[in-house]
């Protein structure tokens, strides 16, 4: 016998009642929706829980005294300043789960349903790489090593930009907004993240020294920017108006990602609402290539091809070996950022220097 709905009752209850026994187990409860379609998800809920522990409700799991629970591993990793980010989805899904429960298979299925639709790399990001940094911080050398899904570093991209599309997309970027405009043709200049762009402090940048200091990356790795002279005056002016602590008003969002979309649609001559409205989608276009990651796989592109920034022979003359290609280039770009970007195109010129031999391989490292 399965689980049935029964409709609502005038006078006894607005809401649909689940009954029936499924695998031996007797079900009489109210669904708490008049909503036929939500209802039906709570009845699959409930037998999907007497499916994995034989009964409804699901029995309390209470840890043992003093044995430690993801909640309080996490809540000590936090502590210790440890990353906050994502770990509220996870807090709910483990709560109280001990840790020694807390295996492949529990986070392969913490994955499943916290993001049932999400991308390899998107679950890694997510689930995996938190859950597995609690457990490290609470075991040490006796956590076990964790198998990422498939896929989880996700696709190698090596889009780049020419010069004149660059340009054209900060053109128009400067006609909707001059300070996007700015916030873009500092991410082309220097070669820094979309995160590390928007983290810059005004404090931090000296435009009389070409100067500005990075705190921290995605590596955790701080250094110094050298600053293109053609945009030093406009980042003096940026100064003089701007009181706030960033140096970019900007916060990472949708409507941080629509004004980059206006700005491409704009550069290929096609129209775009200023907010975004539900379900708009975008007509094809040249240009959908482009995202601000593509801003850094540009100056990577460029560097190499106009400012004859080759690491290879770089470091092959430097050491008489082969680099390993990503720790080469973490080390090569402080020098050459300094050396050559006064090299790179110019949208004011609109002529660009002979390029110079170019590696497909260079851009794909700059992740």
């Not at 840890?63 to 502590?79: D, H, K």
């Not at 390899?120 to 597995?132: A, F, K, L």
């Not at 080469?328 to 010129?349: E, F, H, K, Y």
Request: one cysteine or more.
């Amino acid at each position: 016998m399965s689980l049935t709905l029964r409709p609502p009752r005038p006078g006894k209850t607005p809401n649909y009642e689940i009954r029936g026994t499924y695998l031996r187990c007797r079900v009489e409860v109210s669904s708490g929706t008049n909503r036929r379609s939500v209802a039906l998800k709570i009845l699959r809920q409930i037998e999907e829980c007497i499916e994995q522990h034989g009964q409804y409700p699901a029995p309390e799991l209470k840890p043992r005294t003093g044995e430690p629970t993801f909640l309080s591993a996490a809540v000590a990793y936090m502590q210790e300043g440890g990353e906050r980010c994502y770990m509220s989805p996870l807090l709910k899904h483990f709560g109280e789960t001990p840790i020694r429960d807390i295996d492949q298979a529990a986070i392969e299925e913490a994955a499943k349903t916290l993001l049932p639709n999400g991308a390899p790399d998107y679950r890694n990001r997510r689930i995996y790489t938190p859950v597995s940094a609690v457990l490290h911080h609470a075991l040490g050398d006796k956590c076990p090593q964790f198998k990422r899904p498939a896929g989880s570093k996700g696709r190698e991209r090596k889009d780049f930009m020419w010069p004149e599309q660059a340009f054209a997309i900060i053109d128009e970027a400067d006609k909707i907004d001059p300070d996007f405009g700015l916030y873009l043709r500092f991410l082309l200049y220097t070669g820094i993240r979309k995160s590390e762009g928007l983290s810059v402090l005004s404090a931090d940048v000296r435009p009389g020294e070409r100067a500005a200091w990075l705190r921290t990356s995605k590596n955790e790795d701080p250094r110094i920017l050298k600053l293109r002279e053609d945009i030093v005056g406009p980042l003096q002016a940026h100064l003089e108006r701007s009181s706030s602590d960033r140096l970019f008003k900007f916060r990472d969002g949708g409507h941080f990602k629509h004004l980059l979309l206006r700005a491409k649609l704009a550069a290929c001559g096609l129209p775009c609402p200023v907010r975004r409205p539900t379900g708009w989608r975008p007509p094809e276009y040249r240009l959908a290539f482009v995202g601000f990651h593509t801003f850094r796989h540009t100056w990577a592109t460029w560097m190499r091809r106009y400012a004859g920034a080759d690491v290879q022979d770089w470091w092959r003359r430097a050491t008489g070996v082969i680099p390993e290609v990503r720790n080469a280039i973490r080390m090569w770009c402080r020098v050459m950022n300094g050396i050559r970007v006064d090299n790179l195109p110019t949208p004011v010129a609109r002529t660009y220097p002979e390029a110079l031999p170019f590696a497909r391989f260079f851009v794909g490292v700059f992740h």
